[in-house]
T-cell receptor, first 118, second 110 residues
Framework: QVQLVQSGAEVRKPGASVKVSCKGS????????IHWVRQAPGQGLEWMGI????????TYAQRFQGRITMTSDTSTRTVYMELNRLRSDDTAIYYC???????????WGQGTPVAVTT | QSALTQPPSASGSPGQSVTISCTGT?????????VSWYQQHPGRAPKLMIY???KRPSGVPDRFSGSKSGNTASLTVSGLQAEDEADYYC??????????FGGGSKLTVL
């Protein structure tokens, strides 16, 4: 069965960086795109970007351009999302989710809480 | 401000039907059939309920159905059950390799 397992909770100070991992299993890793979505406390879902593991090619939402990097390692079946120059409003749960092929998100990781605080 | 507009809340009694709308533009919802819906219970990851406007993944009850007219997509939950109480989000492809979500709708089962 398809599973996405994310790394654990993180706490960072403003201005720092965070790197979250997402390990896939139960499917052909290289051929499935992975999206990153975040959810601030009490708020809705926000799409951050997509990575295509076979080509290690990523596209980011405009509001994160210059501050985000998504990478993939097909040998370990893991994708990474790094967000730099963190601010307090980056405090959120970060999810990785697989593109189901119909431009939807069919399986989700358990979420990684990231707190940005002094 | 979300690119897709949903009502903040919806409600219904057990057994009734409720419809949640998701309004976009002719450049996203109105341009193709890549509209999906997600259910999220408190403290849990979202779950895919509807994809490509009308299709249900395996395991999703047929009480959940989707439709679209012009720039507005809709999710209908028939025969409401207590377990359907959750937040619901729509999503669509909004351009080349770009996606957007609606602001979410809280469904309350009275």
């Amino acid at each position: 069965q398809v599973q996405l397992v994310q790394s654990g909770a993180e706490v960072r100070k403003p201005g720092a960086s965070v790197k979250v991992s997402c390990k896939g299993s139960g499917y052909t890793f290289a051929d499935s795109y992975i999206h990153w979505v975040r959810q601030a406390p009490g708020q809705g879902l926000e799409w951050m970007g997509i990575i295509k593991p076979r080509r290690d090619e990523a596209t980011y939402a405009q509001r994160f351009q210059g501050r985000i990097t998504m990478t993939s390692d097909t040998s370990t079946r893991t994708v990474y999302m790094e967000l730099n120059r963190l601010r307090s409003d980056d405090t959120a749960i970060y999810y990785c989710t697989r593109d189901g092929g119909g431009w939807d998100f069919d399986f989700w990781g358990q979420g990684t809480p990231v707190a940005v605080t002094t | 401000q979300s690119a897709l507009t949903q009502p903040p809340s919806a409600s219904g009694s057990p057994g009734q039907s409720v419809t949640i709308s998701c309004t976009g533009t002719s450049s996203n919802v109105g341009d193709h059939n890549h509209v999906s819906w997600y259910q999220q219970h408190p403290g849990r990851a979202p779950k895919l309920m509807i994809y490509e406007v009308t299709k249900r993944p395996s395991g999703v009850p047929d009480r959940f159905s989707g439709s679209k007219s012009g720039n507005t997509a809709s999710l209908t939950v028939s025969g409401l059950q207590a377990e359907d109480e959750a937040d619901y989000y729509c999503s669509t492809l909004a351009g080349h390799d770009t996606w957007v979500f609606g602001g979410g709708s809280k469904l309350t089962v009275l």
